[in-house]
């Protein structure tokens, strides 16, 4: 079913659309989110992996023909940590959803609380300096960035490909585990490596994604809540932060890339030994690319979500 929701272009499915803006009306506030418990159980679930992985290397450890087990065991611990991720972006799935309730309460909530100053026709559009950086005034619900629009189309296919990515490396752990020739268990290990980190990057990069919906949501939110109001709408510029965040993430899932190109091109040489030297290194350095652009969406929540407070306090102190 192909929906239309606003400012977000077309969607594939209502599930996203349910998602990104819920009815206030359908969904009980009093109850538990059930992406809360769903991301929960998941996460769960990935530790419990990683446990086993890593009983299995103890179980091991001493003894001298003990590749076979590694090679699951490496397996099925990054599918764990690939989990833990998942579970993750499930809770933040969850927070789009409270987001959009919150904006339909404080839409409901806030006139009442606004002092009756009259329309606001005398405030001046254009740019202006807040605490918390450069803003815009407009007198409508500005459009959505381009980096918006792609984040809420994109986060669900990364989530979607990466979980499979790995699922596949763990395929490929397994046929390696039984593996007696050694150029072919080392083809295998390299393919393992490559497909589990790739599918580890889009994990990563579909969370980012969701974190760039939610920075969107915040905007499109805030907007709403001033335009039912009658006041002028303030909307902060994209800080620094969250240009840094998009490089990084960017980076990350490129360097992700060329870490799994590097693996295949070294199933084909004769001694792979000095690929993996560096290929290991590279994809940490990937995902630690995207995880630091996480630290930094986290950043610019936290600079949202202040600059709204202000705003709704100077609408509650002056009614404009």
């Keep these: ?100 309730l919150r904006v339909d309460a404080v839409k409901a909530a806030l006139p009442g609380l606004k002092p009756d100053v009259g329309p606001d026709d005398s405030a001046r559009t254009g740019d202006i300096e807040t605490a918390y950086g450069p803003a815009t005034v407009t007198r409508t619900v500005p459009e959505k960035l381009a980096i918006h629009r792609m984040a809420e189309r994109m986060w669900l296919s990364m989530i979607a490909m990466g979980p499979m990515l790995v699922a596949v490396g763990l395929v490929f752990a397994i046929v390696q585990s039984g593996e007696t020739d050694t150029g072919t268990f080392t083809d295998l290990g390299a393919l393992v490596q490559g497909t589990q980190f790739l599918g580890e990057g889009l994990i990563l990069a579909g969370i980012s994604f969701l974190l760039g919906t939610i920075l969107s949501s915040l905007r499109s939110g805030g907007a709403e809540v001033q335009q039912a109001l009658g006041v002028s709408i303030k909307t902060l510029k994209m800080p620094p932060s969250a240009k840094a965040f998009v490089g990084l993430m960017a980076a990350g899932v490129m360097v992700a890339m060329v870490q799994f190109v590097g693996y295949l091109v070294a199933t084909g040489q004769d001694d792979p030994t000095s690929w993996f030297a560096w290929l290991g290194p590279v994809r940490e350095f990937g995902l630690g690319l995207i995880l630091s652009g996480i630290v930094l969406a986290l950043y610019t929540i936290g600079t949202v979500l202040g600059f709204q407070f202000e705003r709704l306090s100077q609408i509650i102190r002056e009614g404009r």
């Design 1 to 100: 079913m192909t929906t239309n929701y606003e400012g977000g272009g077309r969607m594939s499915t209502y599930a996203i659309r349910s998602t990104l803006r819920p009815l206030a009306e359908r969904t009980d506030q009093e109850k538990a989110s059930r992406y809360r418990v769903g991301g929960i159980v998941i996460a769960l679930v990935g530790l419990m992996a990683a446990a086993a992985s890593l009983i299995g290397n103890v179980v091991v450890a001493d003894e001298a023909a003990n590749a076979d087990t590694l090679a699951w065991t490496f397996g099925l611990g990054t599918v764990g940590f690939a989990a833990v991720k998942l579970g993750i972006a499930t809770m933040l799935i969850g927070i789009l959803v409270r987001l959009w």
